[in-house]
């Protein structure tokens, strides 16, 4: 099975950084949502409970700043075709979704630094201390903070289906949508006669 590292020109593909900033933005994504959830196991006032709200916050904006790189990456590098082609309905459906997915990724960090500016409290960024986006306006803040945790909600959604979405792709469509982001060229299909081969090979031995 063919299992090589993806050369930056291969037109089936992403191009390689789009590829290591797709999953670097996952596991960003994953320590976003994972700090703000952990934070619910401590006591309000405790040091690990503020340490994992800031760190939420910071990698939240550090998601922000990195969404604008892939948006760059897009827009530098060609997207690979789906093949084989999808239908028009699949096609929108994808584009609808990247775009609900950008949305959250640069509406949410700006909503949480709008929670801090409004709080009066600093905005921290890994050393950095950011300006603040608005005045000091504890009630707005507080309904900010009540979006956020909503639209937070429907991320978790979004998200998944978006996983889901590239496995439909994969196992049901059989087109090249997954394979195009994979860190790796690998041949993830199997043909029925490889498999009959396999099962025969396996009949004689036992025999």
């Known amino acids: 099975m063919k299992n090589t590292v993806m050369s930056p020109t291969n037109s089936s593909r992403y191009h390689s950084l789009t590829i290591l900033l797709h999953w670097l933005m996952v596991i960003l994504l994953i320590a976003v949502y994972g700090s703000i959830t952990l934070r619910e196991l401590y006591e309000k006032g405790t040091a690990m409970r503020n340490g994992l709200k800031q760190t939420h916050f910071m990698l939240g904006l550090l998601v922000f700043a990195l969404v604008w790189v ?3 990456l897009r827009m530098l590098f060609p997207v690979p075709p789906i093949q084989p082609e ?3 309905w ?16 640069i509406a949410m960090p700006i909503a949480g630094w709008m929670i801090l500016s409004g709080e009066g409290k600093p905005i921290p960024f890994f050393g ?8 000091p306006n504890k009630a707005l803040a507080k309904n900010i903070e009540e979006v956020h945790e909503t639209v937070g909600e429907l991320g978790y959604v979004l998200i998944g289906v978006h996983a889901v979405a590239a496995l439909f792709h994969h196992y049901f469509l059989q087109d090249n949508t997954l394979r195009r982001m994979l860190p790796w060229e690998q041949s993830m299909t199997v043909s029925h006669a490889t498999i009959e081969s396999i099962f025969l090979e396996n009949s004689e031995k036992a025999q």
């Open 90 to 105: 699949v096609h929108l459906a994808a584009k609808l979704g990247h775009l609900a997915l950008y949305g959250l990724m």
């Open 86 to 88: 999808p239908s028009t």
């Open 128 to 135: 950095l201390e950011l300006p603040a986006l608005i005045e």
């Open 70 to 72: 892939r948006i760059g």
